[in-house]
């Protein structure tokens, strides 16, 4: 009688995950507000905050496919660099104004995708491994595209680096994501494969065509960053010896809050409120002042105490 009771009274899985992600946002806002009353957590920034997440906040949402499989991609930056000038050079150059730049970051992000899938599926090693050297290769194809050059994008084609064209390209990556994970074979399906893989083969789920779709489906989202980066930075230079993996981190760091609230049923929303959280915290310290080197000691220590929480391999799990 006494267990049922706490049962009725106990709350709902999703409200108990929105009470820790309201938690974590007051308390480093708090934290910030109280040490930079003057330039920082304002309305205003914190709206500017919001907006500049939403840019890592698309590219998060697509590689929660990939990433809840238990499967890896360091070759997000290098991905989002690529698909960024790609973009920028049909748009500029090329004369194919928004066609060109909305079509060449979504065309070359989900070619990218398509060949980390296909090459993983055929090399059977680590995704992390295959991926690593990918990243080698698609940052020199952007080096010899952009001719080592600062590629900028013509002031007339930045409406989706403000509101509220960011908002709405967002809005649509949120909902198709939610979509693909809630009412398609394809979430069914990922979540099955991350769950057990072994179990999900036995039921005869194709386990290599949903690994290939993620990754093909995490590039496109990742063509929309590149949408999105471009017109917010307004250029893009390709950089080699695996220097683009520094856009990896935030991505993955809102990712991996998806991965960590999943439990509670709002991985979608845990991504979102993470990348906002993970933004909140870049902006304080860039208020207090502290050098780039102390952003990185946090940033790091930071991504380590989320991937302790949230990634802990069962005894019996494969090695993606």
């Known amino acids: 009688?006494?267990?049922e009771m706490v049962k009725k009274r106990s709350l709902p899985a999703s409200i108990k995950g929105y009470l820790i992600l309201s938690a974590m946002l007051v308390v480093s806002w708090a934290f910030f507000r109280i040490l930079t009353p003057h330039n920082f957590g304002s309305l205003e920034n914190l709206v500017n905050y919001f907006e500049a997440s939403l840019i890592t906040t698309v590219g998060a949402l697509g590689f929660y496919?990939?990433?809840?499989?238990?499967?890896?991609?360091f070759s997000i930056g290098a991905n989002i660099m690529t698909s960024a000038i790609v973009g920028c050079l049909l748009a500029g150059p090329m004369g194919l104004g928004y066609v060109g730049l909305v079509l060449g970051c979504l065309l070359t992000g989900t070619l990218i995708g398509c060949i980390n899938g296909g090459l993983y599926i055929a090399l059977k090693i680590p995704s992390m491994i295959v991926?690593?050297?990918?990243?080698?290769?698609?940052?020199?194809i952007a080096n010899y595209l952009g001719g080592s050059v600062v590629q900028t994008l013509p002031s007339n084609l930045r409406a989706f680096g403000q509101a509220p064209a960011n908002m709405l390209l967002a809005l649509?990556?949120?909902?198709?994501?939610y979509f693909l994970l809630n009412y398609t074979k394809i979430g069914t399906y990922t979540y099955a494969i991350g769950s057990n893989?072994?179990?999900?083969?036995?039921?005869?789920?194709?386990?290599?065509?949903?690994?290939?779709?993620?990754?093909l489906i995490s590039g496109f989202f990742f063509g929309l960053m590149a949408i999105l980066?471009?017109?917010?930075?307004?250029?893009?230079?390709a950089v080699t010896g695996m220097a683009s993996m520094s856009r990896n981190f935030i991505p993955t760091m809102g990712c991996f809050f998806g991965v960590a609230f999943k439990k509670y049923g709002i991985p979608i929303q845990a991504i979102i409120i993470g990348e906002f959280f993970v933004n909140l915290i870049f902006f304080g310290f860039i208020a207090l002042g502290a050098p780039t080197a102390v952003q990185d000691v946090i940033t790091g220590l930071a991504l380590l105490i989320i991937i302790t929480l949230t990634v802990r391999n069962q005894p019996d799990e494969i090695v993606k």
């Open 131 to 140: 991926t690593t050297g990918l990243a080698l290769i698609y940052e020199s």
């Open 65 to 73: 496919f990939v990433m809840v499989m238990g499967m890896f991609d």
């Open 229 to 237: 980066t471009i017109s917010y930075g307004s250029s893009m230079v």
């Open 1 to 3: 009688m006494n267990r």
């Open 197 to 215: 893989e072994r179990i999900a083969q036995n039921m005869g789920v194709n386990v290599d065509r949903y690994k290939w779709l993620a990754f």
């Open 172 to 177: 649509v990556a949120i909902l198709l994501s």
